[in-house]
């Protein structure tokens, strides 16, 4: 029988969390849920919360949640308590298991960063427990640079090892990236004001010209980890620990993308801010009550990227990001080099193009010769598109996929500290310079435009 396990959600009122762990079959009979949050509810009240959070369609899908909502239960944290809450959270965990019995715990923490540490400390001393794996599973942002990633991974270390941290970035959980958003920062002007779309999604989900990105934006480990997988060299096997040394170590020439990446030039970036729609139906970035009417808070950032080894050496990768522009879309484009010695000039680039969402896809764009007597060509598209390909696709959602990972134990994609060290090595002196110098704005752009194209503007 499989080892009893017990999930905490810590911010459990939030509609975020209650909306990834239901899915019809994909958990263990024996796994309970705990909410633990300081919102006074009672168990009907949180059941009811988790339904409206889900909203199950179907009588089928109804059934299935109530039963699901059995396994559920809620604690109520008295931040004046002290350690007590804490040791209440203990007992109720150890009361779904026999004396002696090992039980997995899995703490969620679908908290704000900053207190992850204080949060993690009480974790330990109170809650965990030899009998069994315990974990953490955290979402970036994993600090504001890279000065900061370092120091929150000490504040973890006393307390946590590597192997007991589950690090979450949704983009990794994908089945299928230029990301392009057709939405501004609507309501989080406030908590985007303070991390910009280079940390909220350059560093998070790096892109290139073999991935040009246009992605809606808020942190950095993003673009990061799809250039890293895009890049990388086959690994040994779809073993955890072979993916990631394969996108992190040093120790290895196939291994080391990220290290072998450059910081970012200031010289080969551009930013920009957007401004209202034509039509005035959309505001401009600074139209939030929340923004300052000075702020240099980039919504749009391209930057190029060099991978400095024998196979990507010779190539650039641009990566832009863009808030409120005409659509929205996550991709993957790699656009193909041309050969030395080409029969055809002047041709189309040829383009492996992966569609991460909407409309999960694979395309290849090339050259075909135009039926005729004439050496005429013309550009194709061979188009494996899943919803065409395969019926009715149950395709998860990415935090479905990285939550069932990270319960089973599977870290392929969870975020190592190697990458995160690695990525913010190539984003920081950037990110230092843009903000540490106030004559350096951002150029506007209109809400809802296909794109930007211009200089780093002089204030």
């Not at 965990?93 to 090992?102: G, L, P």
């Not at 040394?245 to 290895?252: D, I």
Request: one cysteine or more.
């Amino acid at each position: 029988m499989a080892r009893s396990s017990v999930v905490v959600i810590l911010g459990a009122s939030g509609n975020l969390a209650a909306k990834k762990l239901h899915r019809r079959g994909s958990l263990d009979e024996r796994l309970k849920v705990i909410g633990f949050d300081l919102t006074p509810m009672s168990q009907n009240e949180f059941n009811q919360h988790m339904e409206s959070c889900v909203d199950p369609s179907s009588p089928e899908l109804k059934d299935d949640f109530k039963a699901f909502c059995e396994r559920c239960s809620y604690i109520t944290l008295d931040k004046n308590a002290g350690d007590d809450s804490f040791v209440d959270l203990n007992k109720r965990m150890e009361n779904f298991i026999e004396a002696d019995e090992a039980q997995n715990r899995h703490f969620y923490m679908a908290l704000p960063p900053n207190i992850y540490t204080a949060v993690s400390e009480q974790l330990r001393r109170n809650c965990y427990s030899d009998k069994g794996d315990c974990q953490i599973i955290i979402e970036k942002p994993f600090g504001k640079d890279l000065e900061s990633s370092l120091d929150l991974r000490k504040e973890l270390e006393p307390n946590w090892k590597e192997s007991e941290i589950f690090r979450i970035d949704h983009y990794l959980g994908k089945e299928m990236i230029s990301m392009t958003e057709a939405i501004g920062t609507e309501g989080r002007g406030s908590y985007f004001d303070d991390v910009g779309i280079i940390r909220d999604v350059m560093q998070n989900r790096l892109s290139a010209q073999a991935l040009v990105t246009e992605t809606y934006g808020l942190m950095v480990p993003d673009l990061m980890q799809l250039l890293a997988l895009t890049t990388m060299e086959r690994p040994g096997s779809f073993d955890a620990e072979d993916l990631r040394q394969e996108k992190t170590s040093s120790k290895m020439i196939e291994a080391r993308v990220l290290r072998l990446v450059p910081s970012l030039d200031i010289e080969n970036t551009i930013i920009g801010q957007y401004s209202k729609s034509v039509d005035g139906q959309k505001p401009g970035y600074k139209d939030d009550e929340s923004v300052p009417k000075d702020s240099r808070c980039a919504t749009f950032c391209a930057s190029v990227a060099y991978v400095k080894n024998a196979r990507w050496y010779v190539r650039r990768y641009l990566s832009p990001s863009d808030l409120a522009l005409d659509e929205s879309k996550t991709e993957i484009r790699i656009q193909l080099k041309d050969t030395t010695d080409a029969m055809l000039r002047d041709t189309a680039h040829n383009q492996l193009i992966i569609r991460i969402q909407p409309d999960e896809a694979i395309r290849l764009k090339m050259n075909a010769k135009l039926p005729g007597l004439e050496l005429r060509t013309v550009a194709t598209e061979l188009d494996l598109t899943y919803q065409r390909t395969v019926s009715n696709p149950d395709i998860p959602e990415a935090y479905e996929s990285l939550l069932l990972d990270a319960f089973s134990g599977d870290y392929s994609d969870s975020v190592s500290e190697q990458e995160l060290e690695a990525s913010w090595k190539i984003f920081t002196p950037l990110l230092h310079h843009l903000e540490g110098l106030e004559e350096i704005r951002p150029a506007e752009y209109t809400y809802g435009t296909v794109g930007t194209r211009f200089k780093i503007l002089p204030g």
